[in-house]
Structure formats: C-alpha cells, structure tokens
C-alpha cells in the first residue's frame, strides 16, 4: 500500500518526480519512491503540528504572509529531506550523467571511478543535454547546424562509421563545439556508450585547424582500441555492464541497406 500511494504522489508531483527520477534506474522508480515516502511522513508531521499553532494562534490564523512563508518553508523542508533520504542510496548502473563521468575519467586518466564517487560526483540540477561537450542524440542531418553536408563527406562518414551503429557528425564551430549522433537501425546502448566516449574523446583532443575527417577517423580508431579497456575496467570497478540505462532515441534516421541520412 505504500509503495502505491509513494508512486502516485511522485507522479502527482513534478518536484518530487524531479528527484525520484534522478536517483531512479529503469524498473526501479516504485522502490525509490516508496523510500521517499518515509521522509514525507516527517515532514507531513511537522507541518500539522504547525498548521495546529497557527490556527490557535489568532494572529497568525488571518496573516496571508505567515501562512505563505510557512507553506513554502515546509516545501522545502519536504524537497530537502526527500532529497537526504535518497543521496545515500548508491547505484552501479549507468545512465547519461553517470556514463558521462565514467567517459571523461577514462579518456583524460585511463581511470574509471567507483560507484560512491560518481554518484556523489553526479549534480541533480544539471540537464544532460546543457552539459559540455554538447551532445545531441537522433537528429537528422539536415537539422545539423554547422556540419559539411556535400556528398563526398556524407559519403565518407558511411564508410567511417561502417563497423558502428551510429554516424557522429561536429558541427566546427570553435566556441560552440556540438556533436550530433544520429543511430542506425539496430543501434542498441552499447551504441549510445561508444558515441559518448568518441565525442568526449574528439572534444578533449579537437584541433579547428586540422581537416575534420581524420580527425574523426582518428577518434575511431581510438574508440577501437581503447573501449574494451573502458569496459573492462567499468567490470572491475563494479558498474553493471550488463544493462545500461542509455535509451536510442526512437527516431532512426539511418538504414545501412540504403546508406542514406
């Protein structure tokens, strides 16, 4: 029964959704909400206790400013223990926030953090598609602002990417540097992991004044050599390698029986 009445006041709530959503892996939103749920009894109780004096109080009862900051005050309060209740909880699955720290500590160290250190690392606040470098995930070619888009480059990005199950394309503007990936049909997680580790890659190591095919042809085979260390050492750390929460987008732009964008 609590664990019903927890998910349907996180969903009720797109505050309390925020939060669950954050710590939450596919499958597993009920019993993070239903811990949540603990913490909102606390807070419920503290604010009956002061709804009770303030309506004994006949001051206070008919002050629109005292209610109001009370309201809010124990808003907060709820949000801020929801919030303690769930940051303890450490997760060893990988979603886009966590599976963009893991991939920066790699291609910069060679190193893969463990699980309390990249779920303290992770910041609720931050939306992954604001995060550097820009990723842009399913988008079509003729959306991609500032890409070369002759056939000779469409034409040698195919067969770039012919072992891969995405085309990830930079749009060579400097002081904006954005990659669009855009996924073949049968692209699976492992897919989405591999562009993120290549755009990070190309990010750290991007040089304006080089010619933008070897530069991405040099990411490749930097992908090639160095992501099943990457896996590998995920396993030794103890990250769940076995399913990543990283979700291709449903819209597939690419078929590789008629290599088109």
């Known amino acids: 029964m609590v664990f019903r009445?927890?998910?349907?006041?996180?969903?009720?709530?797109?505050?309390?959704?925020?939060?669950?959503?954050?710590?939450?892996?596919?499958?597993?939103?009920?019993?993070?909400?239903?811990?949540?749920?603990?913490?909102?009894?606390?807070?419920?109780?503290?604010?009956?206790?002061?709804?009770i004096l303030i309506l004994d109080t006949p001051g206070l009862v008919k002050s629109y400013g005292v209610i109001s900051l009370t309201w809010l005050s124990m808003r907060l309060l709820h949000l801020w223990l929801c919030y303690e209740s769930l940051s303890v909880l450490q997760f060893n699955t990988i979603n886009i926030k966590r599976a963009r720290i893991l991939v920066k500590s790699h291609v910069l160290h060679s190193t893969v953090p463990g699980c309390t250190d990249?779920?303290?690392?992770?910041?609720?606040?931050?939306?992954?598609?604001?995060?550097?470098?820009?990723?842009?995930?399913g988008l079509p070619l003729e959306k991609m602002d500032g890409v070369e888009?002759?056939?000779?480059?469409?034409?040698?990005?195919?067969?770039?990417?012919?072992?891969?199950?995405?085309?990830?394309?930079?749009?060579?503007q400097t002081e904006?540097?954005?990659?669009?990936?855009?996924?073949?049909?049968?692209?699976?997680?492992?897919?989405?992991?591999?562009?993120?580790?290549?755009?990070?890659?190309?990010?750290?190591?991007?040089?304006?004044?080089?010619?933008?095919?070897?530069?991405?042809?040099?990411?490749?085979?930097?992908?090639?050599?160095?992501?099943?260390?990457?896996?590998?050492k995920l396993k030794d750390a103890e990250w769940d390698t076995q399913q990543f929460n990283l979700k291709v987008p449903k819209e597939i732009f690419i078929d590789d029986n008629t290599n088109s964008l």
């Not at 990249?118 to 598609?129: F, G, H, K, P, T």
């Not at 991007?206 to 042809?217: K, L, M, T």
């Open 176 to 232: 904006d540097l954005r990659f669009y990936v855009s996924f073949k049909v049968g692209a699976t997680n492992v897919s989405v992991l591999r562009s993120v580790w290549q755009s990070f890659w190309l990010s750290e190591n991007w040089d304006s004044d080089d010619n933008v095919r070897d530069q991405i042809a040099t990411s490749l085979m930097e992908l090639e050599e160095k992501f099943e260390d990457f896996i590998q």
């Open 5 to 51: 009445i927890a998910v349907a006041r996180g969903l009720k709530d797109p505050s309390f959704r925020v939060i669950q959503n954050h710590f939450a892996i596919s499958g597993n939103l009920g019993e993070v909400a239903a811990k949540e749920e603990v913490w909102e009894v606390v807070a419920q109780l503290v604010g009956l206790s002061l709804g």
């Open 118 to 137: 990249s779920n303290r690392e992770v910041n609720i606040l931050a939306w992954s598609q604001f995060m550097k470098p820009k990723i842009i995930f």
């Open 149 to 172: 888009r002759s056939y000779f480059m469409v034409e040698a990005l195919i067969k770039l990417y012919a072992s891969e199950k995405y085309i990830l394309m930079v749009n060579q």
